[in-house]
């Protein structure tokens, strides 16, 4: 059986945990705790250390789903859990005060997972935000990351075939290189 | 409601509490009350790091092992040890409330001792808070 794991990260608010319940085919481990900081993201819960599912692919392909804290104090974890992740989905939502610069943030710091499997972005909570435009968001990544091609997504993190099909090509990306780079360190970025 | 890092009635249970306890061991080199999501409330001694990261670690671990509890069907986490070469750290959770008690002991006190002095100043800092006027929310 051959094993993708795949980390579901992003600023707080941006539905990581939503994601991975849609997702997830076992009930999810959740670290939920109440939230007390409201004025970063008005919610009544926030992940302090990791959410956890499962999702199988056919018949013996699975894919294991971490979701990580979206505050910086956390990011403690963040290192834990890069090291074993081959791949990013990027949630970023769109009415946050600044989407680009949190996007841009969240890449500098996971963007060895782009080395070592793929990322790709989704943007989230478009309907409550209609601007930037997915566009303007391919634009910011190509200005700051000329070298690296990474997809962008407008996801529904409540909506399982939503964010499936994001995961769906990073897993697609996954399994390429995998096939035709014995080594994914080496692939040119 | 005031968040409880940010509530006087709050920082000063929890303060008057480490206070106590402090007084009770030589091998306690390092305590703090912290909220479930992270926040430091107090610590002792107060020249400690103020960087916030045991308390979010803290959070983290309380987090964690109250999965594998529910997982297990064993009910709410009520504490947790970590047993190290030259000491332990005991996290405690203040019954009823949404915070945790963390504590370093040198190897100097016996790990039973540690967990009977922590869970000693939890419960009583929950009595108090639970006396209070205001409860404590994280």
């Known amino acids: 059986m051959s094993e993708h794991v795949v ?16 997702l997830s085919e076992v009930p999810v481990v959740l670290t939920e705790a109440a939230n ?51 791949g990013m989905v990027l949630l970023v939502h769109n009415d946050a005060p600044r989407p680009f610069d949190a996007m841009l943030e969240y890449l500098d710091e996971f963007g060895d997972l782009y080395r070592k499997g793929g990322i790709v972005i989704g943007v989230t909570r478009t309907d409550v935000s209609s601007r930037p435009l ?14 690296k091609t990474i997809p962008v997504f407008a996801v529904d993190p409540r909506d399982a075939r939503s964010v499936g099909l994001a995961l769906m090509v990073l897993v697609a990306n996954l399994e390429m290189r995998a096939a035709f780079v014995r080594d994914p360190e080496a692939v040119p970025v | 409601m005031t968040a409880a890092h940010r509530d006087a009635a709050v ?15 030589r091998s306690l080199r390092h305590v703090a ?28 671990i309380q987090a964690l092992t109250d999965a594998v509890a529910y997982e297990l069907q064993l009910g709410t986490a009520k504490s947790v040890i970590i047993a190290s070469e030259t000491g332990h750290v005991i996290q405690m959770r203040v019954p009823g409330h949404q915070l945790v008690m ?13 967990l009977s ?3 000693v100043a939890a419960e009583r800092l929950a009595a108090v808070l639970d006396a209070g006027p205001v409860r404590s929310v994280a």
Request: net charge negative.
């Open chain 1, 36 to 86: 007390s900081d409201r004025v970063t993201a008005d919610k009544p819960t926030t992940t302090v250390a990791l959410d956890y599912g499962v999702l199988t692919l056919g018949g013996d392909e699975q894919v294991r789903l971490y979701g990580i804290p979206g505050q910086r104090r956390f990011n403690f974890m963040w290192s834990l859990l890069k090291r074993r992740a081959t």
């Open chain 1, 7 to 22: 980390l579901f990260a992003g600023p707080m608010g941006a539905g990581k945990t939503t994601a991975i319940q849609s």
């Open chain 1, 134 to 147: 997915l566009p303007d968001y391919s634009e910011v990544l190509h200005q700051v990351h000329p070298d």
């Open chain 2, 33 to 60: 009350v912290v909220t479930d999501d992270g926040f430091e409330v107090v610590r002792r001694p107060e020249t400690a790091p103020a960087d916030g990261r045991l308390a979010s670690m803290a959070s983290s």
């Open chain 2, 11 to 25: 920082i000063d249970a929890a303060a008057s509490t480490l206070a106590d306890l402090s007084g009770l061991s």
């Open chain 2, 102 to 114: 963390v504590a370093l002991f040198d190897e100097n006190e016996t790990l039973g001792m540690a």
């Open chain 2, 117 to 119: 002095m922590l869970r």
